[in-house]
Nanobody, 119 residues
């Protein structure tokens, strides 16, 4: 069984920083994609950033230049460094991974972590 455990959310003032982490555990053969999504209050879930196994990254326009996604393949962990946070970044953040378990590829989600940007 695969588990994705997120950490690092919280309350921060505008202009501040947070670092989210998501660690995957279980009988994982390989992780193809690792990404972060967010769901603001009353809105749909949206892609924030993702990173392929080779390191290629992709960002939503709203976070380019402020957020950085990275991965630690040895520890099956993906990070999201968030700088210059704005109130509109307030959301529940979810990690998502496309990975292979016992030769079967599937998409897995973390439980979500709340990020609140407010003065």
């Amino acid at each position: 069984q695969v588990q994705l455990v997120e950490s690092g959310g919280g309350l921060v003032q505008p202009g501040g920083s947070l670092r989210l982490s998501c660690a995957a555990s279980g009988s994982i053969d390989s992780i193809l994609f690792m990404g972060w999504y967010r769901q603001p209050p009353g809105k749909q879930r949206e892609l924030v950033a993702d990173i392929a196994s080779g390191g290629t990254t992709n960002y939503a326009d709203s976070v380019k230049g402020r957020f950085t996604i990275s991965r630690d393949n040895a520890n099956n962990t993906v990070y999201l460094q968030m700088n210059s946070l704005k109130p509109e970044d307030t959301a529940v953040y979810y990690c998502n991974e496309l990975l292979t378990v016992d030769s079967v590829t599937g998409s897995y989600w973390g439980q979500g972590t709340q990020v609140t940007v407010s003065s």
